[in-house]
Each structure stands twice: as C-alpha cells, then as structure tokens.
C-alpha cells in the first residue's frame, strides 16, 4: 500500500511563493503504480480539478490557469514530488492534494489509485 503526505501548505500573500512535497511510502518511485505523480486541488464549493502532472520519463503537464506559475517535479531517491507555486494569487486558495497512479487520463482524479490527506494554501489579496 502506497502513502503520500503532504506539508508546505500555509498562508501567503499574493505574489508570493510557496513549495508544497508529497513524500511517498509503500512504493517507491520507480515501480509502475508511481508512473504519475499529480496535484489537484479544491476550493471551497468547487470540484475538485487539476493542477499539475509528472510522469516519470521526466514530462509535465500543467493545467492553464497555473502555468509559468507553478513547476512540478519529482526527486525518486527521496521518494518526494514537489508542487513550487509562485506569482500566487487569491483563486489559488485551495486545499491542495497529491496522487500517484498509473492513469490513462492525467487529467481525472479517478485515475489516480493513491491520495494524500490533502494541505490548505490560503492567499490573501
């Protein structure tokens, strides 16, 4: 079984940054239930929708309203993947998840087959 936790979560200014990490254990990056490694987030009375997306050969896939903003990326030795938010503005207000899954479809959160319990990002104006 797979666990990801989140931390980096907290409250900023606008225009400010943020880092957030989902550290993984149960699997390591390498194996084939990790190929992907995603964030999503929700916001108060919102579905909850994609952010960002890794896939181990080293590509990512951004979701328009955060890309130039936000990097993903992913450290395999240390079992981590990385959400550096910058230029934050106030709709970025979320509670924000990672999720590890061998997805046909980055885009789904039903896809993914893991989930973290998900870490708040406040922004004020």
């Known amino acids: 079984q797979v666990q990801l936790v989140e931390s980096g979560g907290g409250f900023v200014q606008a225009g400010g940054s943020l880092r957030l990490s989902c550290a993984a254990s149960?699997?390591?990056?390498?194996?084939?239930?990790?190929?992907?490694m995603g964030w999503f987030r929700q916001a108060p009375g919102k579905e909850r929708e994609f952010v960002a997306a890794?896939?181990?050969?080293?590509?990512?896939t951004y979701a328009d309203s955060v890309k130039g903003r936000f990097t993903i990326s992913r450290d395999n030795a240390k079992n981590t993947a990385y959400l550096q938010m910058n230029s934050l503005k106030p709709e970025d207000t979320a509670v924000y998840y990672c999720a590890a899954g061998r997805v046909r479809d980055l885009y789904r959160d039903y896809e993914y087959n893991y989930w973290g319990q998900g870490t708040q990002i406040t922004v004020s104006s």
């Open positions: 149960g699997r390591t990056f390498s194996t084939p239930i990790m190929e992907f």
């Open positions: 890794h896939k181990w050969t080293g590509d990512s």
